[in-house]
């Protein structure tokens, strides 16, 4: 299964941020009922491939890459 197929399972995308140095991308993915309560961790490059998919119980709010330690911090809920 290639990246864009593995990100159109998880829903539609509705919040993104890149981490170009780390090749990484986070995604966050709505339900058919609209709330982004699925987050995608893609590996980009020659390769991109799906590293993480996390079904959360709140909905995804933001999203950032810390800018020096491999960290992403997600806001949840309200």
């Known amino acids: 299964m290639t990246a864009i197929h593995e990100l159109a399972a998880l829903g539609e995308p509705v919040l993104a941020v890149a981490d170009p140095a780390r090749r990484l991308l986070a995604v966050a993915c709505a339900d058919k009922y609209g709330e982004a309560l699925t987050l995608g961790l893609f590996e980009t490059g020659e390769r991109a491939r799906l590293l993480r998919r996390i079904k ?23």
């Open 56 to 78: 959360c119980e709140h909905h995804i709010n933001a999203l950032a890459f810390h800018p020096s330690s491999p960290l992403l911090a997600v806001g949840l809920g309200e």
